[in-house]
């Protein structure tokens, strides 16, 4: 019995619902999720904050001495340069400032990923590196798209996208000069690849390598910690990752006394004590 007309018939009447397949596949992607929030974190920037003030630098990828590291969002203004990590996510969130992972847990599905906070970090100290400006002037700040909650306590610098312009605008302490926003973003123009998919694509297979696992190394013999590498390791906040500035009391029984404070103060105020 030939089967062929009957193929024909059924194929003719459900042939559209594999270019619904395939679009229902793409918009469930992480590159299409990654794509959505990136996109309103853009467009809010561009409707509400005064273009004089913020520049906003979007998609940037830089040369790194392991690779590249891929920043979404810089926006450079007087009062910092914010640099953005973007998570396009729903469900439960677990997770604090000093956690490697997080967990996100959609009814009994529960999905590991990296803290975004540390994922950030990288991205402050490679401009940390490149740009002639004070640490304490480049600020991390993650924001999260989509419908997700947080059922643990959100570290100061994480905010929903409802929240991030006012964050952003909330911060008032000027700390660079007009000219010096302007060094800064041409400096960070001149520096990014091209964008477009051949800087995407080097990007990706950079994180495939570094996920591969290298033979075990022989192992080695640690230094002693000492005074002179102890500050160092405190370099970090343990309350959001940003980086730690060295401070001088200036009230109270410790005036005087030299201390780790966060440079995201007062948004965060996170301390270490000082050896």
């Not at 033979?215 to 990752?241: D, E, I």
Request: glycine residues 6%.
């Amino acid at each position: 019995m030939d089967f062929s007309p009957i193929i024909q018939q059924v194929y003719g009447a459900l042939w559209y619902l594999i270019p619904l397949a395939i679009l229902a596949g793409v918009l469930k992607s992480p590159w299409f999720k990654g794509i959505t929030g990136e996109f309103l974190v853009n467009t809010a920037a561009r409707l509400f904050l005064p273009k004089d003030e913020y520049h906003l630098i979007k998609d940037v990828t830089l040369q790194t001495d392991d690779g590249t590291t891929q920043i979404d969002h810089i926006i450079v203004s007087r009062y910092c340069v914010f640099v953005i990590e973007t998570k396009n996510m729903k469900g439960w969130i677990f997770g604090s400032a000093n956690q490697k992972t997080w967990t996100q847990k959609i009814y009994k599905h529960t999905n590991k990923f990296q803290n975004p906070l540390h994922q950030n970090y990288k991205h402050v100290k490679v401009l940390e590196a490149l740009l002639d400006i004070p640490a304490s002037a480049i600020h991390s700040l993650v924001v999260f798209v989509g419908d997700s909650t947080f059922k643990t306590e959100i570290p100061a610098n994480v905010v929903y996208a409802g929240g991030y312009i006012r964050y952003i605008k909330a911060r008032r302490e000027v700390m660079l000069s007009q000219a010096d926003v302007e060094t800064v973003t041409a400096h960070i123009e001149q520096l990014r690849l091209q964008r477009g998919f051949t800087t995407n694509r080097q990007h990706v297979n950079h994180l495939r390598q570094k996920k591969t696992p290298s033979p075990p190394a022989a192992p080695a013999v640690m230094p002693p910690v000492t005074a002179s590498t102890t500050p160092q390791s405190r370099k970090q906040c343990p309350k959001c990752g940003a980086t730690m500035v060295l401070r001088t009391a200036r009230k109270g029984q410790n005036a005087g006394n030299q201390f780790w404070g966060c440079a995201t103060y007062p948004a965060c105020r996170g301390v270490v004590k000082h050896p």
